[in-house]
């Protein structure tokens, strides 16, 4: 998984402060499977206004009384928010589930096989449409070097040139 990132550890710091209304995402290409891995913290009790937003019903995160249909409006969601382009074309992401950590939540997804990226696209707009507030931080990482990127509302994508 990636290197000690100065931003991470400051952002670790700030799930404990909230109402800062910040994810963190950590992107990571994985040579040997040449697929990008994906992991995003996120606020726990902002996805599931997010969710309740979204399906307009009342969401329980932490206690569902159907997790399997937690898990599919998750995933739902989060495929909605996060694009990915590589060379101009759309690249196909798969959710894979999420862990809850104290006051947020860790969640997974993973790409379909993909050449080494010169130059991605990144598009988050998780919890914008939500809080006005929101920046969503992006990490990504290729050969272990890092590129950020933040997005907000007025400007939900960016490009990042990679190094080889």
Same mark, same amino acid.
């Given at each position: 998984?990636?290197?000690?990132?100065?931003?991470?550890?400051?952002?670790?710091?700030?799930?404990?402060?909230?109402?800062?209304?910040?994810?963190?995402?950590?992107?990571?290409?994985?040579?040997?499977?040449?697929?990008?891995?994906?992991?995003?913290?996120?606020?726990?009790?902002?996805?599931?206004?997010?969710?309740?937003?979204?399906?307009?019903?009342?969401?329980?995160?932490?206690?569902? =009384?159907?997790?399997?249909?937690?898990?599919? #409006? @998750?995933?739902?969601?989060?495929?909605?928010? &996060?694009? !990915?382009?590589?060379?101009?074309?759309?690249?196909?992401?798969?959710?894979?589930?999420?862990?809850?950590?104290?006051?947020?939540?860790?969640?997974?997804?993973?790409?379909?096989?993909?050449?080494?990226?010169? =130059?991605?696209?990144?598009?988050?707009?998780? #919890? @914008?449409?939500?809080?006005?507030?929101?920046? &969503?931080? !992006?990490?990504?990482?290729?050969?272990?070097?890092?590129?950020?990127?933040?997005?907000?509302?007025?400007?939900?994508?960016?490009?990042?040139?990679?190094?080889?």
């Amino acid at each position: 998984m990636p290197l000690f990132n100065p931003i991470t550890a400051v952002l670790s710091l700030w799930w404990l402060v909230h109402p800062f209304y910040i994810s963190l995402t950590d992107m990571v290409y994985n040579e040997e499977h040449q697929t990008i891995e994906i992991a995003q913290k996120i606020f726990w009790n902002d996805m599931e206004v997010a969710l309740s937003n979204a399906t307009e019903t009342s969401v329980d995160f932490l206690s569902p =009384q159907q997790p399997d249909k937690l898990d599919s #409006l @998750i995933a739902r969601y989060l495929l909605a928010h &996060n694009q !990915i382009l590589i060379q101009g074309d759309t690249v196909r992401l798969q959710y894979l589930g999420h862990e809850v950590e104290g006051e947020a939540a860790w969640f997974y997804m993973e790409s379909e096989k993909v050449p080494s990226p010169k =130059q991605i696209t990144i598009y988050n707009g998780i #919890l @914008i449409d939500d809080f006005p507030e929101q920046q &969503n931080i !992006i990490n990504f990482y290729k050969n272990r070097k890092p590129k950020s990127l933040l997005t907000r509302k007025g400007k939900t994508g960016g490009v990042l040139i990679l190094e080889d």
